[in-house]
């Protein structure tokens, strides 16, 4: 025992404590990366060292969520990485995009959250199912975080069953009018947008990019949760809200999307 301490000890002044717990690569998946992978890989891990590692234990005793790092997240690209450049992303491919979130939740798994709610479950539906117009308007932006978003799926009363859904999307002149309640949504009270999932008159599951300011539209924050206190999670309460025709997702119906 004495012994190990005293070589322990000789080792730290070597090296930092983080280089002597490196994880050991068991099954060698880094002989399946290109040194792109790799260097993209590393890029991450050191802002994570450098931007959430040294505040993240603060923010989430206090369960509030450090706002400041959405600017960074974007300035580093943690934002939708596989759209393409021309939309604002980084054209990387989804492997890249997987080993950031991998190197961000060994960070704070409710940072993470936000990064891959808003290029997941945000910027992805908008980059497969929207319009180029919606495309050009709401993707640049979300991309490097002036624009925060939401995904409204899971109800008070049938959670992420899209089946069940109650939330309507009624027809009206120009647009849709669109009544319901989303529970568990991350981002939900600190989005510019949010993706809403509601049937229409048929009954057809349609999404819709809601604005955030909508009248009729509110997110009350939700609070005393035991994990992912740095993550906002949030309600999301929909009366009347009024919804343009440019807003729906133009190319999908169904439980599909």
């Not at 404590?17 to 890989?41: A, V």
């Not at 908008?126 to 932006?141: C, D, H, N, V």
Request: aromatic content about 10%; overall charge negative.
């Amino acid at each position: 025992y004495y012994s190990f301490v005293f070589n322990f000890t000789a080792l730290k002044k070597k090296q930092k404590m983080t280089d002597l717990f490196q994880h050991p690569d068991y099954y060698q998946l880094d002989e399946l990366l290109s040194e792109e992978h790799k260097m993209i890989r590393d890029a991450t891990r050191d802002w994570v060292k450098r931007s959430v590692s040294p505040i993240i234990e603060d923010y989430a005793q206090r369960a509030a969520f450090p706002e400041h790092l959405v600017k960074e997240m974007g300035e580093v690209g943690l934002f939708g990485p596989y759209i393409p450049e021309e939309y604002g992303g980084a054209g990387l491919d989804h492997i890249s995009y997987g080993l950031m979130m991998q190197e961000v939740e060994r960070g704070d798994s409710g940072i993470r959250s936000t990064c891959s709610v808003q290029s997941s479950l945000v910027m992805f539906p908008i980059f497969a199912y929207g319009s180029e117009e919606q495309k050009k308007r709401f993707l640049p932006k979300l991309a490097t975080g002036e624009f925060l978003g939401s995904f409204g799926l899971t109800e008070p009363n049938f959670g992420s069953n899209p089946g069940g859904m109650t939330t309507t999307a009624k027809k009206v002149k120009d647009g849709y009018i669109l009544n319901g309640a989303k529970m568990w949504i991350t981002n939900g009270s600190i989005a510019d947008i949010s993706i809403v999932w509601a049937k229409d008159d048929d009954g057809v599951v349609r999404g819709f990019i809601v604005d955030n300011k909508s009248d009729g539209f509110s997110a009350p924050i939700m609070k005393h949760k035991l994990s992912l206190r740095a993550s906002v999670t949030s309600e999301l309460i929909l009366e009347d809200v009024f919804v343009p025709s440019d807003n729906i997702l133009p190319n999908v119906k169904g439980l599909r999307g």
